[in-house]
């Protein structure tokens, strides 16, 4: 007869003895509710969705989890209106805040979406002081800068998601423009996550081959302005909000490079302090993701014409910080 060892014994009795990531996603919208699903899919930790409409989380929890005989998830999911249900998260995930309509920008967004984002602060850092906090609310880089200061945190802890999804759009629209996979297709998008983002050429490849050297200048230039506008494009085509699956699993990308101490390289909304000759700013940068979150910045050997777009970039997304500091104090 085998007989498991006295540690696995108590592993397997006891299974708070092994410990699982407790992830937060703030907002049962359409990008929440598909960021749980991502994050449960890939096995990542227990999942808390919350949502201030009553009834919502609940039920999107309850259906996911009556999936799980299906398909597999090897974790739970809790629906609440309550931020008690929260505390010891390790990851704080914001997706909470007014979607874009067709002509609007996300710094249409700014008044409403900040007075959202400082109450959820308020709310949900006292049962997690030590989490890591994901902004996804739009204007991105803003709203990660007010929710930094709001917490008080390490500029480390508090990140926005905006350039792994800008990246992931370019790699899409380069692939199909030259009918390859996206995975053959490596670059890499700065700046703020706005009509100004600033997609690396310089770096960009396919199979290791330079994006130049495969198409006309011309074509590549159309290709980044549809980045730049990949997601108005999607907004004009539902016309009652806009992009969920792709910033979802550009989020939980995110959240599996900090719980699995990947030490990836990814572009987010990160806190500057002198890199690319920026200050006081949060704007998409590579940033070494592990278990300390944004551990470091990547700083990139730039062209004369990428460090001057990245300049105008955050030059751009300042006069909005500006307004929000100045609505909300700062």
């Known amino acids: ?20 990531p407790k992830i937060t996603i703030i907002g049962a919208g359409n990008v929440g509710a598909s960021l749980a699903r991502c994050l449960l899919s890939q096995h990542l930790g227990n999942i808390v969705l919350l949502d201030i409409v009553e009834g919502r989380p609940q ?3 309850l259906d996911m989890s009556e999936a799980q005989p299906l398909e597999g998830y090897s974790h739970h999911i809790t629906g609440t209106n309550d931020y008690l249900d929260t505390a010891d998260s390790q990851i704080v995930i914001i997706t909470a805040g007014l979607p874009r309509k067709p002509g609007m920008t996300r710094d249409d ?7 959202i984002i400082l109450d959820v602060m308020a709310k949900a850092l006292p049962h997690s ?7 996804v609310t739009n204007p991105l880089d803003v709203m990660t800068y007010l929710a930094w200061q709001a917490s008080g945190l390490p500029a480390n802890q508090v990140i926005g ?6 990246s992931a759009r370019f790699r899409t629209f380069i692939a199909r423009e030259l009918d390859v996979p996206p995975q053959d297709v490596a670059t890499m998008v700065l700046g703020g996550h706005g ?7 310089s770096y960009t490849t396919v199979n290791g081959i330079p994006l130049a050297d495969m198409l006309p200048t011309d074509k590549i230039q159309q290709l980044v302005e549809r980045t730049r506008h990949g997601g108005a494009e999607i907004v004009n085509h539902l016309k009652t909000g806009g992009a969920y699956y792709a910033p979802a699993a550009a989020t939980a990308a995110m959240v599996s490079a900090i719980l699995q101490n990947q030490s990836a390289i990814l572009p987010v909304s990160a806190y500057l302090d002198g890199q690319y000759g920026l200050n006081d700013i949060y704007l998409g940068v590579p940033c070494r993701l592990d278990s300390n979150g944004a551990a470091a910045i990547v700083e990139l050997t730039l062209t004369a014409h990428e460090q001057d777009a990245l300049a105008e970039s955050a030059k751009s997304v300042r006069q909005t910080l500006d307004k929000a500091l100045a609505l909300f104090g700062g």
């Open 1 to 20: 007869m085998v007989v498991a060892s006295p540690s696995l014994q108590t592993a397997v009795c006891n299974p708070t003895a092994i410990s699982i």
């Open 195 to 201: 009509d100004l983002m600033v997609p690396l050429i």
């Open 109 to 115: 967004l700014l008044k409403v979406n900040g007075k």
């Open 59 to 61: 039920g999107l929890a």
């Open 161 to 166: 998601q905006a350039g792994v999804l800008d």
């Open 129 to 135: 002081p030590n989490a890591h906090f994901i902004l």
